[in-house]
């Protein structure tokens, strides 16, 4: 195989009109040149962390979008949008299997040429950890109507279907798809440098799960707790077992 004339084309000369359009011979030019990496799954490793960081852009892009479509309450629009953060999150976490080919090894020689960064310090996650708060001020000031509406009105006692609860939904989802991603990438870590290694910086790695406890909108999920305290009070702490026979309950 002529490794170098399909190297040439890879490059991307940028002389197309496609190539032009996507600049590819600049996009192309991001990754290093064969015979500076270090082993061949580096490329690998780049080019997943660089699409993880182009999804992250597009995704924060598309919030800002969404926060002026809620702002508007033009809902059916924010739904969609959301969506595709959404779609952007589950590509994320099914791209980060693709490490999963690297063996332990391979991993070692590329993270001796990382210094001491970490995927903390990545711009699309330090912005995207930041936006939920803008977002939940915009739900809770349109949605929410200045405090006039609870989230106990729009998940029980009110409950409609309506666009205040769909869209309450859709910042859950948000936030449940994110946290798969962090517990995704945290496994990744357990897989290849081990569950008691250090980071690069020094920090046990088990310090990062954290993280993945971490709820972007709290208060969605401790109003589902809330209504199941309030419905299962009738029956106390513990419910007695359904008698299948005449369908009563034992004593």
Avoid at 6 to 14: F, I, M, P, Q, S
Avoid at 146 to 159: C, H, P, R
Avoid at 200 to 208: C, N, Q, T
């Amino acid at each position: 195989m002529d490794r170098e004339k399909y190297l040439e084309t890879l490059r991307g000369a940028g002389k197309l009109d496609y190539e032009i359009y996507l600049n590819t011979e600049a996009l192309l030019a991001c990754q290093k040149p064969p015979q500076e990496l270090c082993n061949p799954d580096e490329l690998m490793f780049m080019i997943v962390h660089q699409i993880e960081e182009l999804w992250m852009k597009l995704m924060a892009t598309t919030l800002m979008d969404i926060d002026d479509e809620m702002r508007a309450r033009r809902s059916f629009k924010v739904m969609t949008l959301f969506r595709r953060v959404n779609i952007c999150q589950e590509m994320m976490r099914t791209q980060l299997t693709l490490l999963e080919t690297m063996s332990p090894k391979d991993y070692q020689e590329i993270r001796l040429l990382l210094g001491n960064g970490s995927g903390q310090e990545s711009p699309g996650f330090r912005v995207l950890l930041k936006m939920p708060a803008d977002l939940w001020v915009t739900f809770t000031d349109v949605y929410l109507e200045n405090g006039a509406k609870t989230l106990e009105q729009i998940y029980d006692s009110e409950y409609a279907h309506d666009d205040a609860y769909m869209i309450a939904e859709c910042l859950a989802e948000f936030d449940e798809q994110f946290q798969k991603f962090r517990a995704d990438h945290m496994q990744l870590i357990y897989r290849s440098i081990g569950v008691d290694a250090s980071s690069l910086k020094g920090r046990p790695v088990e310090i990062l799960r954290s993280g993945t406890r971490q709820k972007f909108f709290p208060d969605l999920w401790q109003v589902r707790a809330d209504m199941t305290d309030r419905w299962g009070s009738s029956y106390g702490k513990t419910r007695k077992k359904l008698d299948t026979k005449n369908g009563e309950t034992d004593a």
